[in-house]
């Protein structure tokens, strides 16, 4: 899969307050986003973060990529880091995924009469929408929705409302008008669609992503956290987009590359290279002594 394009607009209130001490002094849980943080931009990851990630895994930290990629989208970043075991919470926080076992440890999905609710509002809201599902590991779509990446083969082609009979990790809508209204759309799919789902985009050419009232990558984490018995202060967290602030907020500590919106590079806690110049990797050296 190609590396997903990343919004530059979205909207998220920053934290109120930001932490005043310093690189955590124990790390136990490295989360980090995946497309324009871990992977360089040709969507390999490097050699020296490859050893970084590998040298804390193998110290007991536990680390998780926090992505929008469905879960079938992982399995190509992590088979390049042989050496780890990583978790991920995909699909923007509704599932968390066993990468090594091929197995969904917790899913959060839109019940299928939000759904259907969901489904007429934006047909008013936005005629010319197209929608597509992700339902756990499966995907499917409508006859008419054109999809930016390869249909996984054997994905069912229904109407809609088969389509949200159960329920929908996370639901996908794609409009044909122009880029350039992209982002009015999604403020619009947003407006109607408020209290009742979440709405993000991962930038002007990718589809509207609707998930679960409440679901989101840090809410997905710190579930994570909870259960591993880790508290925030043990966590270092990285991304690059607005749609991590919230989990770059609820960490210990946050760090975006330097290639991050403008938004992010405001609030972390630190502001490290590039994904193009090992960036995550820098961090993480440094964060071994604190295991």
Request: with cysteine.
């Amino acid at each position: 899969m190609p590396s997903l394009p990343k919004s530059a607009t979205f909207s998220r209130p920053a934290p109120a307050s930001r932490r005043a001490g310093g690189f955590p002094a124990s790390v136990r849980m490295v989360a980090t986003d995946l497309d324009g943080t871990l992977l360089r931009s040709d969507g390999r990851v490097s050699a020296r973060t490859v050893a970084a990630v590998d040298d804390l895994g193998a110290a007991g930290v536990l680390v998780v990529f926090v992505t929008a990629r469905p879960p079938r989208w992982v399995h190509e970043v992590a088979d390049q880091l042989p050496r780890s075991h990583p978790v991920a919470i995909c699909s923007n926080g509704a599932i968390v995924y066993d990468v090594s076992e091929s197995r969904v440890l917790h899913e959060h999905p839109i019940p299928p009469a939000v759904c259907t609710e969901v489904v007429a509002r934006l047909r008013d809201a936005l005629p010319s929408v197209s929608f597509a599902v992700e339902v756990g590991l499966r995907y499917a779509q409508e006859p008419q929705y054109l999809s930016q990446w390869p249909v996984p083969p054997g994905a069912a082609v229904l109407e809609v409302d088969a389509l949200v009979r159960e329920p929908v990790t996370k639901l996908i809508a794609r409009h044909d008008e122009p880029a350039t209204a992209h982002w009015e759309l999604v403020e619009r799919a947003r407006r109607v669609l408020a209290g009742l789902v979440e709405v993000t985009s991962s930038g002007p050419t990718a589809p509207i992503e609707i998930s679960a009232s409440g679901v989101g990558k840090a809410f997905a984490l710190e579930i994570l956290a909870a259960e591993h018995g880790i508290d925030p202060q043990e966590v270092l967290a990285f991304g690059d987009m607005p749609n991590d602030i919230a989990m770059l907020g609820w960490a210990g500590y946050s760090i975006a590359p330097a290639n991050a919106h403008p938004d992010v590079l405001e609030l972390v806690d630190e502001v490290t290279a590039s994904n193009d110049a090992d960036g995550v990797a820098l961090v993480l050296e440094r964060a071994r002594p604190a295991v």
